[in-house]
Structures are given as C-alpha cells and as structure tokens.
C-alpha cells in the first residue's frame, strides 16, 4: 500500500485484495458461487500475476464453471469432488492435517478440505467411513490420529464424531457439520449443534459445508506446528 | 364403563380415568407440576381405591409438595432426587431394564426414568457418567447392556452417548435428551435433534427430560421380553 | 474382528462394517440416499457375502436406482411405494408389529417402516387412513392393535395419532412424524413436537419420516416379546 | 366523533377508546398486565362513565393488582383464577358458549375465556378435564357440545384435543393453546403449531394462553346465533 | 354406524368417512394435494354417492389433476385459481362471507376461501386490494363489513389488515396469514405471527394459506346467523 | 379523494392508490413478483396516466417480464441486475445517496437499491467490493461516504460492514442483510441479526434482500437534506 | 490520534473512544446495563472532560444504579422511566423528531427514544397510545405527524402501527418493535417481523426495545433537515 | 488401563477419567455448574492425586462454591471474574495465546478463556475493549496479535470483532460469541452465526460464552507452536 499500490486491484467486478498476503501469509481466494467463469478465470489471472509463487485458489465452482476455468489453465490442479482448481504449483507441503468423515455422504466437504489445507502448505491424510455406530473402524486408526498436527473432523446427522475423536487425542480438533441428513437434522442444523456442544474439551466447529474454513485455519496450525512432511 | 360406571372418577379438579389400567395395562399417573399438594394427595388416594393392589404413581413434586405428600402417606416409596413418590407396594420386578446416563448433571432425570419403571414392574440396572469423552467406561460396562431387555440412554449437552451405545448393542434402545447444556445446548434442543438424528439404527427419543415417559416404555417392553429378575 | 479380520471391509467408497452382526444381531443396512446405484450394488453384494443367510436391505433409493439394483438382483424382495429392496430370503417373522397410518399421504413412510420391520424378522399387519377426525375407524380396529407386540403409528399434519392410539392401549408404541402438511407445519416439525409432548404415557418418537428407525426398534421389541406368527 | 368528542378521552398515560362501542359493539377491555392498580382504576372509572349499562372489564391483573382494584369496586364480579374483574351489572346472556378444557393445568386459561364470553354477553358452560388419553370423558359430553353456539377448547402439550371434538361436531370452534408442558412443548408452540395443523375442518386457533380473544370471539358468534339462554 | 354400515367406505386407498356429514352436518372434503386424479376422482364418486344432494368437494388440485378430474365431472362447478371443484348442485345460500383480501398476490388463498364456504352453503361477497398502506380504500367499504356475519380476512407480508379490520368492526373475524412475501416473511411466519398477536380482539387465526379452513369455519357461523342470501 | 374521485382506481385485479402522492409526497409503486406481465404493464400505464410528471416505477421483474414490459414502454429506464423499469423521465436528484456493498455477490440488492433512489429523486454513488477482510479498501474511500447525506450498506454472510462503517461516520445508515451464504447464514437471517444488533450507534435495518425499501428510505432522507447534485 | 492522543482514553475497565465526536460528530455513550454504577460514574466523567460541550450519556441505568449516578452529578438531567442520564448542558434542538407509540406499555421505549434524540440535539414531539385497533386516534394526530423531519413509530404485539403511518405520510420513518406482548409474541419477535415485512414503502427497523438506536438515528436526520425548533 | 486399573476412579456421584492424561495430554477438568460444592472438592482431591504434577481445574464455579472449594484448597489459584480454580502449581507457558475482547461486559468469558489457556499451559496475552465501532483502537495493537501463536477473539452483539481481525492477520483464530446483548441477539445467537459466517477464511467457533473451551484449544495450538514465554 505504497503512494502507488492501494493494496487491491479493481476489476469492475471486485477489488481484489492483493495486500492479504503481506498482512496474513496467505493470499485472496476465489468463492466461484455466485460468480460466472469469466469473473473467476480474471481473478485467478490476476491473483497469479500479483502472486506468481503462490498457487491462485477458486472454490465452490460448478460443473460447468470448473470445465470453462480448467480450459483456461490446463496446467491447474484441479479436485472435481470438491469443484476447486489451484493454479501454479502447489506448495512443499509443511506438517501434516488429518481428515477425518463419518460417512460416504461427507465426501465433497471432506474434499474441500484437504485440497485446501494442501493449497494453504500442509500434508494431508484423508480416512473416510468411521462413523460412531462401528468404533472399530475409528479405534484402528488412533495412531494415525495421534501423528497430526490438527483434526478436520466431518460428519451430518447427529454429528458425534468430532466428541469421539475429542475424547480419544489431544491433537487440535476443527469439527465441520454438513447437511447430509434428512427431517429434523435441518439442512446441518443437528449436526452443528452437538459439535457446539460437545463434551469434549478443546473442539471447535466451522460453518455447516465449509471444508475450506477448516483447511484454512488446520493448514496454518500445521504449518506452524509441523515440519516438511 | 357399566351404566353405573362412566370410567372415570370426577373430584372436582379433575376427572380421575379409572378405566385406564383396563384398556392399558397401567394405572393414571398424577403429574405433580402445578398441582397443588392436597390435589396431588387427593388424586393418589382415588388412585389408590380405584386400583389397590398397583402403586399409585405421582411425578415432578416440588421438595415442598413432596414433603407434604410424604407425611400424607407416611408408608410409601420416595424419589427425593426424581421428586416422585408411589404409594403402595412395589410389583415384582419382570424383565430388566438398564438406565445409563451420560454425566452427573443428569442424576434427576435417571432417577426419575429408574423410579418409573420400578413402579410399572420392572427390574432396573443404573450406570451413570458414562460420556463419550472417555469410552473406555462405557466399553467396561458393555455386558451388563447386552443382558438388559430396554435401554434407556440419557445424555445432555451434544446428546452423542445414544448413538454409540446403538452401535454396541441390539438391545431395544430409547434416548432421552436432558436440559444440561448452556449457549447453543437451548435447553435440551441440541441433545434431541442429535437424538432424532442418530445413524445407529433403531434410536427412539423422548421429550426433553421426560424420564417419566421412557420409563413406562421401557417397562412395557421389558415386561413382554423379560422373565421374574 | 480377529488378527485377520478388522470387522469392517474397505470398499474404497465406504468402510462395511461387518461385525455389526456380531455385536448387534442385525447386519448393516445400505441407507441409498446420496450414493450411486453401482455403490448400492456393491455394498449389497458385500453384504450378502458377509451374511449370506440374512437379507442384505437397502433404503431411499430413487426410482432410477431402484430400477439398476433390482435388475442386478433379479430375486429380491422390492417395495416400490418405500423404494426399498432386500436380497436374499426374507426371515421367518416372530412376533407381531402393527403400522398405523393416519392419512393416505403417509403411505410412503407406512411401506419403509412394514418392509424395514419384515426384513428385520419380524410379522406385521397393517391399518392405514384411522386419523382422528373420524375416531369411528379406530375404534373399529382397537382389537387388533391390543393383538401386537409393537406398534409404529404414523402421522403428520396435527400428529395426534399416537396421543389418542396410546390412551387406548398398552402396547409399546413408536410415533413417527411425517412431512405431509403445509404452511406451519413445517415440513413435519409440527408433528414431530406434537409426538415429543404426547399425553399419553409411553410414546416413543422417530426423526420425521424415519419409517426405517421404526421398522428396526419395532422388530427388535416384537423378535423378544412375540412368538413366530 | 362530533366536534366536540374526538371519540377518544384522554387520560394522560392512555387514550381511552370511547368511540369503539359504537364501531364493534362491544367497549374498550383493560388489559391489565404492564399496569399499576392505579391505572387499572382509572380505565375502570372512565369506562363505566362512558359506557354506564355495559360491564367494564380488566384481565390479566396480578393478585396484588386485583386486591386494590377489587377494594376499589366492591360490587363488581370477580374472577380470581382468571385474574379478572367486571365492574357494573352482567348483561343478560345469549347464546351458549362451551369452554373444554383438556387438563386441570389450563384452569386459568379456561377461566378467563369463561369469564370474557360472559362479561361479552354470551352463557357459558364449561367441560374440564377430558383429554384425548381418555377419550370416553370426552364421549360422555358430546351431546352437550353439540347444544353450543361455539366452542372454546383449550390444551397444552400436544394440543390434539381440538382435533379429537373437531371431528365429533360441526359447531364452530375456537381451539386455544396453552403453555402447559416441558421440553419440546416451547411454552406452547407445540400445541400451538398442532392446533393450525388440524386435520379436523374449520378449526380456528388463538395466541398461546389467550383464552380472553377466545372469548371475546366465541361470544360473538353465539350472540349472532344463539337465544336467550 | 349400524350392524352393517361402519361409518366409512374402503376404497384400498383411503377408509372415506360418511358418518361425518352426521355428526359434524357437513361430508367429508378431498384434500387432493398428494392424490392422484384417478384417487380424487374415485373419492368425489363415493361422496356424492354417500351424500348425493350435498356437493362433493375437492380441493388443491394442480392444473393437470383439475383437468382431469373437471372431464370426469363436466357438470362440476370449477374455480381455477382455488384450483377447487365441487360435483353436485351447489347450497341455497344462507348467511353472509366477505373475504377481504390484502392484495393481488393473495388471490388463490381468496379464491379457496369464497369457493368453500359456497360449497358449504354460505353466501360470499369478495373485496381485494385493500392494503393497509391506502386506508381510505378500505374506509370505503366499512359498511359492506358490517353487514357480514363473519369476515375472512386475508394478508401476507405484515400481516396488519385483520388488526386494522378487528378495529372497525365487531362482526366475527377469521384471519388468513399468506406465504406472500420475501426474506423475514419467513414463508407466511411473520403474518402468522402478527395475527396471532393482533391487539384488536377477537381475532382468530388459521395455518398458512388455509382458505380452506377459514371457508368451512365462517359458512358455519354464518349459516347459524344469517337469513338465506 | 373528492365526490369522484375515490383515491384508488380499481383495475379489477387491482386498487391502484392514486392518493399516495398526496399523501405521502411519493406515487405507488408496481411490485412485480407474483404478478403477469400484463398487469404489470396495465398498472404502469394507470399510474403514468395518474402521474404524469413521476417516474412509474416496477420492481422485481423476471427476466421474462422484463422483456415483455420493456416491449411496451421502449422509452423507459431499465435496470437488468435489479430487475426494475421506471417509465417517464427520471427526477433532477436532489442530495446524495451512497450506496456501499461488501461483496461482488450482493450487486443485485445494489443495483435495486441505486434505481429505487434514483426513481426516487435522489443522487446516487455506487461503491461496491469492500468487505471487512480488507479493510484498507474501506477506508480509502472514507471521504465518499462522508460526503453522503443516506447511506446504505449492503452485505450478506456475517453482515459486518454497517458496524464498521457506522464507527467511521455520523451520516445516516440504512443497513440491507442480502441472502449471500450458505449453512448456518440460513439465507440471510445471520446477516439480518449482525445488523439489528450493531455496536456502532443508529444502525437501521430493512428486511433482507430489500433494497427498494432501502432505496425509498434514504432518497427521502437525502431529499430532505440535500442540495441538487 | 496525534503521536500524543490514540483516540482513545484507558480507564482499565474500558477503552474509551474519544476520538469517534471526531469521526462521526457524537461523542461515545455509556451502555449502562452490566457495568457498575462506579465504572458508569468513572466513564461519565471521562466523557465530560473529552467533550465538556456536550452531554455525556448514559443508558440502561437500573433503578439502583441510577440513583448513584445522579448523586454524583447532581446537576445531570434524568429520565427515570427510560433509565437514562444525560451529564452536562442539553443541546439547543435542531430538526424535529416525532415520537410515537402504539400502547401505554411502549413508555420506556418511548422515554430513551425522546431522551436520546434530545441529547443528541433534535427536537422532539411525543405522542402515545394511538394503536391500530382506533385508527380515529391516530387520524386526529396526522398533521403533527407531517410536521416531523423524522418519525420513530413504536408498537409491540403485532408490530402493525408503522405500516399504518407509513401509508399516510412520507416522514422518513424508523419503526422499534418492543418485547410487550405474550405467548407468539417471542419477546418481540411478531412484531420485529412484522414491521421488516411492512408493505408500507421506506420503513427501517431497530432490534427490539431499541429506543437508543431509533434516537440517534432520527435525530441525525432531523439535524441534516430541520431548522432549529 | 491395566488389569487393576480401568482407567477411571468411581467417586459414586462421578467416574473420574484418569486415563485422559495418557490418551490426549490433558487431565479430565472439573465443570462445576450443577455439582455441589463438596462434589468439586471431591473431584479435585481425586485429579491432585491421580495426576499430582499437573494443575486440577474446575470452572464455572458460583461465587459460593468458589468460597468453599478456596477455603478447601487455600494454596489454589483462584480467578474471581471466570469462577475458576486450579489446584496445584501452573505449567511453566509455552507459547502464547492472545485472547482479545470486543466489549467491558465480555470480561468473565475472557477470564475463563485466560484462566484456562494458563493453566493449559500457555502464556497469554489479554487486550480489551477493542470494538469494531472505533477500529484505530485495533489498529494500534495489531503487531501484538501476529506475534501470538493462537488468537481468541471474544464478543457479543453483532459478534464482528473475529472478522476484522481475520482480516488484519493470519494467526490461527477461535471466535467465542458471547450472550452479551438483547432483543435480537437471542442470547447470543445473532453473534454465533455471524463468527460461522465470517468472510474471513480460517476463523473457527466455540459455543456462546465457551472460554474454556477456546482456552484448551488455543493453548494446544500454542503449545506445538510455540517457544516458552
């Protein structure tokens, strides 16, 4: 924000905030809802050309979207599950997140948030399927639990989890609630509640959906706690 | 219900359905909140005439009322911590009930859910602070669960501790939410919608604190199951 | 879950708990909502190779899918109106569950909770179109609901159903709320309230069309009360 | 509203409506929650000015509050369940107005709609006690439903009583909620919710607890329709 | 309900209850909203073959089931923004509706409210477009209200017309809240709510968009006041 | 409204308010949503005849309608993004109107706001894409939101901006919620409580999504303490 | 904020903003609710000599609290019904705002709405218990009503009053719901919802019981607008 | 867990977790609301002697309690604003936490937050009253919050705080809502949502008024993180 710089770029469409990485280490990323696949191909343009060393991220891109903005960067890498595109190279990554989901249904968000965490500069290890109604499942993979820096744990229904995970490490743990569910689990509603209350101490809980909130925030706890993975 | 018989007894205050243990089974329960104590002992003592050889049940008393109750029957079975008193003989217990509550916090309602189905002629075993923060207390009592013919599984707070006991065990299982829990608990609402929500199949649920009604469920069914414990 | 065996098969897209039998009497269930119709066939056929003499059942699938399935198991027993299949030989039916259903609308609930019960091993008989603006035709049937081990009344709008069933008699009763309503009901929350605060004592509650919650608390109830019917 | 009457008087802390007789047909009512004793007074006085062969009415008083309005009018009526009072002579009743109270708890609510359809001008007879667990007290009675101009029937918890009498008799009805209940009844918004969701025809609902709009209305219609009684 | 006739017809689909017309004075009405034509159709035949000189209703018919159904009944009376019909001669009228309506959106909610309380045999007179935000067009037509023997009063948004008409007038007073409006209208809550809560008295309420109920309660009260039309 | 003129002109689908000019110093205005492209047009052309010196202004126009009713008025003003058309020429402004959104997102809402303060005689200055993550966008453009006479702030999600805004400036706020989220924004109630419950002093708030509210608000402001632009 | 002045004066307890009189022309005010008398009296003080030519305020005073308060600034001008206390000289008024309320139990609303739009420099007029149910009441008034630069309309119940006023006059119009009322009421929750739903054009809202907020803000568009009164 | 330990101590009213420790680094801790003065004091003496090196914490302590579980331990740290206890001597810090609070009255949930991080084992950082309306107060201490190792950022209201100060920096971020408020902010639901919608990415969320809980995590964070204070 010299005499010269303002500290964002403006595009008509946005001002692009091209001062966030000096104030947070992290640059702007590009929430694709809403946005048509031209705003968001001239945001990633720019954002690579303000920041040509650090991957230029869109989330939450359409089918359709995502197939007109992988066009324009066919070198991008992109995870269709979670409908996101990274442009440049992904970084070395430093410390290592954990996912953990519940069930099969959880996929999308638990994609989300691994390709973040993994954009943001943290190794992920992803494990799927061990909700609560089978232990067993969760109980063989304490060790891998205990060797991360930071938990995403993600699961919809009655959202009992993050409470089990909690109970059994001490590891820092983002619980994320989604919508899967149906009648009184209101779009997320039941599973966001239990994490907000949970009875184990240290939890604490993201938006229903948002894997990319929760990869944000473990990425820098494992960056700061972690080493090269 | 005979011509001199309308099935119901009317003192006044209220009109007494002495033709309930007929058609279920079970006698009319007094529900003590905003009752005053001479109703409530007016009411046990029709109860009592009406059916003699049943206990004549009376719930959710004030310390107040209750001791007011107490010295009216000075031989009866008392509940200071469910605040509930029956008055005549205990049945013998059929079948066997087990009660597992997950914190200290909801003493009451375990109380008053054990004190239930005692009065509705089943057996009833009782473990408490079972939370799903430490499973291994839970995992230690896991026999005792499989040789119950109902559960009832109480919790507060993210209201988790049903949905793991159901994966552990196909014993008939009612979830009874509590109002333990503060912020974003609403009283209870976070422990029943995760209740409602839960993925182990087969989870029913009650009313928040309504010990009083998964007592009589459980009693009916483990009275049909069960044999003389 | 020995040296060799974890109790759960990794399919890649989900982890098939496979000691559920064990541990609860009942195998696991595929709840299809949200999976493809070629994920439903393999946890199906993953099942009947993991309990090849209990019926491997499968919920929620959508018309489309149920069409796929059904033709990769041209033997299995199929229920249109609850979009359900179960492959291989259905039980011998011990015990008697009894589904109530208020309104012609519920009929998609009455069918997930009948088939759910039959597949879980138990009998069922059952009473559709008895809401209580016309009690006449409950009273017509008070009988055979007297005859069951369990019953599972269904309702939405109002959801009075199971208040005036559980006054006229004992047996152990789950209310499930329906979605059928408009306006204030709110796509069956006013139903779902109605049940949780029933005057009647003993009333059990599902989530909002959970007719498949219903079927297994049922059946498990009937299996250790009933005899083969 | 001559030149001279602006058809309103104005008593400092309020604005007497005077002219609504004249529109409605019925005088201005105090209600009398979030009002001295003293103000309660001084509305009375102005109202029996103003309106000298009509009762002038106040609700919802504080026992403290009725006990000096009270001494202040030592003529007039009182109810003390209801928390209400009448100053001047009752009018000579029309029509019949039945008030059917499904437990003893709503005692105050059935008081006051009692009491508001008389002071209004219509007879009153009132049922209490009949609640749907018991459906023959409600049998017993329903040839004194059927003699009625209008109904007020009044509930708590799960509210299905206006449901169960709805489909009994034709006679219009006016179903009112009350916050009798714990948990999930949200202090009447279950019963509440239950009463607009009637799948009974012509059911109309009141405010939770609001037995005086109940009565004011019912009394209206049995005016309209009814004979002297 | 003699040795032979149990009061209701099974028609497999539904169990339709002609007792009713005896005990309430009015048949039962075809709620068609989750039928198929074919099923309203076989159920306006039955009616009108239990009650041939009543019309048979049916309401909530989309487009497509009202064309069917009307080719079924060429002689029907038809309302198609209530999308409603009524097969058999239509009532003497006796009494008189007015439905006032708030604005333009609210139409279909008027429309199913006029054409019910036809069907059950009141006399209508219909005035739209009366917003509160122009008072002097509902100033105009005070003393068509007054003439009325029950008001249907109709408004989304806001929900104030009932409370500014409560005001002018003391003819019984149903309100109707709307699910026209955006954002906090909440799908009709705020209306609901602010009708609930009017501080005119008197008012009584029905579910959302409930012409229906509103039509059948007012012909009731205004055929026991009214004088034939 | 003198002898022949009643205020209103009655449209058969519609009381157009003729006198709100007036009254109110502002012509009716045609809200579009939930009415034909036909009415729309028959309504603009009743008020430009009523009117002819004031912009007849229609809101909330589908794509589809717009076209339509563009068809027939091609000399008007039109608004894609706001879905509006004003017919007749645009008001000289008078004072100034600054209307601030937090994100690329809410530009709908802005668009609405703008022509609704343009329509209704105010100077407009549009400054969008300057949310709080960067605040240094925010605070360039300080001396622009001094200079304004009514502010309207615009934002979704967590609703922050009227807060900050509000602690930078003395000028008049009119907060605006818009439905931008997802989860738990529960389509703009999170937004709508941050903004009722804002620590910076004389905060207002429209309903969510209501920029036209917004708009008609701060133009009368504007014009009150402005001077032409 | 020179090297020497943050802008802002550490009491310990408290930060105090002076340097917002700079930023936005109004000095910071004392939210007195959950602070001491002494913190109050000690940030009162501060405010005086930051400010010492213009009135330090405080809010939310309880009857204790205030007592302490006014005896440490025996010159200090008190509204005991609002609960405020205004320390050093009132300003001379510029602009008028117009103050009115729907009941007699809105006076405490009302008193810190009048206190604080006085303080803050405008003029007010106060007019109360004008509510919808006796729209003579409100008509008598409509003058004084176009008089005002601004209007703060306050109503609990239904919320109906601002929509009513804002379709006779167009005065910029800030409408405060207010928590009287009981049962659907929510606290005020009816009547926030009506008052965002207004089909009046150009009415904002405050939170609930929120006379502060309503004044500031009125006042501030008084004093763009009006002259001195 | 050995043959003669199960890893809890049975106390009667509690079974104490003693095997946290080992499994999550962390002793169980004491949550004092609805236990007994001599149940806290019970439960500490079993945590000093199952884990003598590390200080046994119990919260949410009333006033009364915290006098006679002081008295029992007067040896123990005591924070009076959190209702806090540790028993034991603190943990030398490692790494620092920040906690930072938008308002005076959110002083015992950053208490309870600070309280807990210490005895957690951090160092800790504490900054008050920074609210958003005075943004410079922030500004000032922004280089104290990018030298911590974890922030939590505490307010009420409209609960903005977290958003600008995710904005300003990229270390980890916990937002704890507070009750703080009134009216609308529905006892802290309005801030709640605003945190889980914040636009800042990477902000995470605690239940309203959780200190503690942000307190365990943020030292956990800080603890992998950071360099001994």
Known sequence: ?????????????????THRLQRTGDPEVVYGAGKTAEQTIG????????????PALATRLSAESLATVRAAFPEATVDDVAGAIAVG????PVGLVCVVAAGTSDASVAAEATFT????????????????AGLHRLMDVKDQLDEADCLIVIAGMEGALPSVVGGLTGVPLVAVPTSVGYGASFGGVA??????????????????????????????????AGKPA
Chains 1, 2, 3, 4, 5, 6, 7, 8 share one sequence.
């Open 1 to 17: 924000m010299t005499e010269h710089d303002p500290g964002y770029r403006d595009l008509g469409y946005a001002r692009l905030d």
């Open 43 to 54: 945001l990633l343009r720019a954002l690579t050309e303000a920041h040509p060393d650090r």
């Open 89 to 92: 190279p992904m970084p070395t």
């Open 117 to 132: 965490a993994q954009a943001f500069g943290a190794g992920v290890r992803k494990i799927v399927d061990v909700g609560v």
């Open 191 to 224: 599973a966001l509640l239990a994490m907000l209350n949970s009875c184990a101490p240290g939890v604490v809980v993201t938006n229903i959906d948002n894997g990319f909130g929760a990869g944000v925030f473990a990425a820098r706890v494992a960056r700061r």
